[in-house]
């Protein structure tokens, strides 16, 4: 048997022993992204989005917010306080700062090279390599998941916790080709030591987590992405149309 033969064999017989939906231990994800993906200067923020940021107060926001090419007019829900500069604003629901495309320069060009390197980082998500597809048809419900780059060419349901094992260096890609949807009350874990900042969640769709779920990662969202009442989560918001929260908590990794 090839090398090639024995890797395709290992990774049909690892999602044969994990089973198609729960309980299941995915026990490697083929061979792990060496880095994180890189955001660029899409980093600098905790939530970014292209056409508006909303919430349903109060929200609790730690890190910055910005919205580029929509003007701040499309920051709502926020009670937003002008600094004295003109080049950002303030919320008692951010512990951090807001930017909006139509606040005194520098800050529209900061926001227009990290909307590009949004755009660009979705992209390269996109372009890794999987080496696991289509794992648990679409349903990863209770699974404890390892390293990898994993993709699936429909959306993407979690109705049940699910755990991301691995140690500090360790990094995660999960590719949806359509929504992403965390069910009421379900979170998603770390374990190892594995970091909120090196798990990514690429989704062309529309990203939604239900009341009181939990997410860690980093999403880039070619649509929208919607917390529900009492949602949270430790990473980063990235959409390239809004951003829709609802007393929700939102906490850079």
């Known amino acids: 048997m090839n090398h090639s033969t024995h890797s395709l064999f290992s990774v049909v017989f690892a999602l044969t022993a994990c089973g198609p939906v729960g309980g299941g231990r995915l026990p490697d994800g083929g061979n792990p992204p060496a880095d994180p993906v890189n955001l660029g200067a899409a980093s600098a923020f905790v939530i970014l989005a292209k056409s508006g940021v909303s919430t349903v107060p109060a929200s609790a926001i730690t890190g910055d917010v910005g919205l580029s090419p929509a003007a701040a007019t499309f920051v709502t829900g926020f009670s937003r306080t002008a600094d004295a500069t003109n080049t950002f604003s303030t919320s008692t629901q951010v512990t951090g700062r807001i930017y909006a495309s139509d606040d005194t320069p520098p800050t529209p060009s900061r926001l227009t090279a990290a909307v590009g390197d949004m755009e660009l980082a979705f992209t390269a998500a996109a372009g890794r390599p999987a080496a696991v597809t289509e794992l648990g048809a679409g349903n990863i419900g209770g699974m404890t998941i390892e390293a ?106």
């Open 148 to 253: 990898g780059v994993y993709r699936w060419g429909t959306g993407l349901l979690i109705p049940a916790e699910v755990t991301l094992r691995g140690t500090a260096t360790d990094v995660w890609v999960f590719q949806v080709a359509q929504d992403l949807t965390v069910s009421n009350g379900v979170k998603v874990l770390l374990s190892g030591g594995a970091q909120p900042r090196h798990v990514f969640w690429q989704v062309a769709g529309r990203v939604e987590l239900g009341t009181a779920s939990h997410l860690e990662g980093v999403v880039l969202s070619q649509t929208a992405i919607a917390l529900r009442t009492g949602a949270s989560v430790t990473g980063r918001l990235l959409a390239q149309t809004a951003v829709v929260l609802d007393a929700a908590t939102v906490v850079q990794p």
